[in-house]
């Protein structure tokens, strides 16, 4: 396909994310259909909960029109479209009444085993670094904590629709500049875009939240590009691009075990929520998010470039830096009160 009606087509996913989110906002608002804010909540108003509606049958489509036209660049795909059905239906019935965790996590690993049965035994993330078996089972494991991180990290306006954008943009310019696959570029791509028109209606302060239907299924979609990036030869890319998400949840993930607590219960701990905690508004933590995303995004590209562990090394430096802004530097002193002066958004 021409690059002029690839972008235009990469467009067209943008704005019809947009305008679906706003079509779905107007009827969770007349349904009523509400995230009610808890002592785990990060905002103190309902708003409406279930943007997953919109963005990601939009990804589905846009992808699945591309898989049509290009079929021989799509191994796998269809599983994993199937994949993500099972989610979002799950993840939406979640929504709207809290389901048994054993009935998610049982979905989630089969949709984790559609998705790697359609990729085929040749796909090996460790590239014969281990046994195939153990390579399959350690994806399937590390496909699993990605998808419940990806919801986990959901905590406040824009940081999944910028974390989206980020990783989305990252893998097509990966695509772009290393690859030959049309489809390297373009799903990445119509990913990253329908997050962007998503994110006009999450930036803060937020009018609509993805709910479960959004976040899983989106963990879902990024996880299978990871780990056919990974598959193709790139795991250094694959694994700095989301090493934001994959440090702050980690770090959360071995201080609750630890703990003893009961994993699949809310909380407040997650570096970034500690930083609104502190009085930083859910747009300053977003954009700092994004900022380190545009330096792993550098970075990534110098690991295909044919530097991955000096990549990797400084993508460990950047977040670390990251992490560390966001526990202890001081927010901004607010300033006195004026026409026009509101606090930052909680």
């Not at 943007?51 to 799509?74: C, H, I, N, Q």
């Not at 796909?123 to 994806?139: M, S």
């Not at 939240?209 to 790139?234: E, K, R």
Request: charged fraction near 10%.
């Amino acid at each position: 396909m021409a690059p002029w009606f690839v972008g235009l087509g990469i467009a067209l996913v943008g704005l019809a994310s947009w305008a679906a989110t706003g079509a779905v906002l107007r009827l969770l608002i007349a349904r009523r259909i509400y995230d009610a804010p808890n002592d785990r909540s990060s905002h103190s108003q309902p708003k409406p909960r279930g943007a997953g509606l919109a963005v990601v049958p939009v990804v589905v489509a846009a992808w699945g029109l591309a898989a049509l036209a290009a079929p021989e660049s799509t191994a796998g795909f269809w599983q994993m479209i199937a994949g993500t059905a099972l989610l979002g239906a799950i993840s939406w019935a979640d929504d709207l009444k809290s389901q048994p965790a054993r009935l998610r996590f049982g979905l989630q690993v089969t949709a984790v085993v559609l998705g790697l049965w359609g990729l085929g035994p040749a796909a090996l993330v460790f590239q014969g670094l281990l046994p195939p078996l153990v390579d399959h089972l350690l994806t399937a494991l590390l496909w699993l904590w990605f998808i419940n991180l990806f919801n986990f990290m959901d905590g406040i306006d824009g940081i999944t629709a910028v974390e989206t954008i980020s990783i989305g943009a990252g893998l097509a310019l990966v695509g772009a500049l290393f690859a030959t696959a049309p489809g390297e570029v373009f799903y990445p791509a119509a990913l990253a875009a329908a997050a962007l028109g998503f994110l006009y209606w999450n930036w803060a302060p937020s009018r609509i939240f993805l709910g479960d239907v959004g976040a899983i299924p989106l963990g879902y979609l990024v996880g299978w590009l990871l780990i056919t990036t990974a598959a193709s030869g790139h795991r250094a890319v694959a694994l700095i691009l989301p090493l934001y998400y994959l440090c702050d949840a980690s770090w959360m993930l071995t201080k609750r075990i630890r703990r003893r607590e009961k994993l699949w219960i809310g909380h407040r701990g997650h570096f970034y929520q500690r930083a609104v905690q502190r009085g930083f508004s859910h747009a300053a933590v977003a954009t700092r998010i994004l900022l380190c995303n545009a330096v792993l995004i550098a970075l990534a590209l110098l690991a295909a470039a044919g530097q991955p562990w000096i990549a990797l090394a400084l993508a460990l430096l950047a977040v670390a830096v990251l992490l560390f802004i966001l526990a202890r530097q001081a927010p901004p002193a607010p300033e006195a009160d004026g026409p026009g002066r509101r606090p930052p958004q909680q």
